[in-house]
């Protein structure tokens, strides 16, 4: 399916299309057409923009590190999406991701102090 197609499915909420591709807990790799750590990264992206829960990105950062993402391009989607989402969601999402990637930032700041 071309993604003119596939673009025409979405906005046409084809119920077969929509429930393929965006069933939930489904895997949409090969679906979205980006390979698995490109996969990763934007879902990370994304969960940075909605200011998801902690477990969302523990499980979402694990996939990007099996897909062969660094802790630096993890990371770096933060500074990527800093000019869109805002200052208030990266400072709430960082936290959140560094936990996800086994560092503490508060128990950091702690020791610092």
Same mark, same amino acid.
């Given at each position: 399916?071309?993604?003119?197609?596939?673009?025409?499915?979405?906005?046409?909420?084809?119920?077969?299309?929509?429930?393929?591709?965006?069933?939930?807990?489904?895997?949409?790799?090969?679906?979205?057409?980006?390979?698995?750590?490109?996969?990763?990264? /934007?879902?990370? $992206? @994304?969960?940075?923009?909605?200011? #998801?829960?902690?477990?969302?990105?523990? !499980?979402?950062? =694990? &996939?990007a590190l099996a897909a062969g993402a660094s802790y630096?391009e993890i990371v770096g989607i933060l500074i990527a999406v800093a000019p869109t989402v805002?200052?208030?969601? /990266?400072?709430? $999402? @960082?936290?959140?991701?560094?936990? #996800?990637?086994?560092?503490?930032?508060? !128990?950091?700041? =702690? &020791?610092?102090?």
């Amino acid at each position: 399916m071309e993604y003119q197609e596939r673009l025409r499915s979405l906005a046409l909420h084809d119920e077969g299309f929509v429930c393929s591709v965006l069933g939930m807990g489904q895997d949409t790799v090969e679906a979205s057409r980006l390979d698995p750590k490109t996969h990763a990264l /934007v879902r990370l $992206a @994304a969960l940075l923009s909605i200011d #998801a829960t902690p477990s969302a990105y523990n !499980a979402t950062a =694990e &996939a990007a590190l099996a897909a062969g993402a660094s802790y630096d391009e993890i990371v770096g989607i933060l500074i990527a999406v800093a000019p869109t989402v805002g200052l208030g969601r /990266v400072v709430s $999402a @960082a936290p959140k991701l560094a936990l #996800a990637l086994g560092y503490d930032v508060d !128990a950091a700041l =702690e &020791a610092q102090a």
